[in-house]
Nanobody, 116 residues
Framework: QVQLVESGGGLVQPGGSLRLSCAAS????????VYWYRQAPGNERELCAV???????TYADSVKGRFTISRENAENTVYLQMNSLKPEDTAVYYC??????????WGQGTQVTVSS
């Protein structure tokens, strides 16, 4: 059974940092593209960052320079390091693993709240 489990969310003050983790089981995670999305109340789901199996990365303009996506294949885990957090980063953050059309898996999400 395939599972993606996000962790590391929480409450942080503006300017603070969090590191989210996306841990996979039941798949060879290293073969998958992995995406971090976020969704704030009333908003559509927004793509934040992507990492390829070879480690290539892409970021949304809204997080570029502040967020870093990385992967540790030996641990079947992808991370999202989030620095200089802003209140507008408040959202539920989800990871998705994608291999090919029709083969993708989502985690359950982790809440990030940026507030003083």
């Amino acid at each position: 059974q395939v599972q993606l489990v996000e962790s590391g969310g929480g409450l942080v003050q503006p300017g603070g940092s969090l590191r989210l983790s996306c841990a996979a089981s039941g798949i060879i995670f290293s073969k998958y593209m992995v995406y971090w999305y976020r969704q704030a109340p009333g908003n559509e789901r927004e793509l934040c960052a992507v990492i390829s199996p070879s480690g290539g990365t892409t970021y949304a303009d809204s997080v570029k320079g502040r967020f870093t996506i990385s992967r540790e294949n030996a641990e079947n885990t992808v991370y999202l390091q989030m620095n200089s957090l802003k209140p507008e980063d408040t959202a539920v953050y989800y990871c998705k693993a994608w291999w090919q059309v029709g083969v993708e898996y989502w985690g359950q999400g982790t809440q990030v709240t940026v507030s003083s």
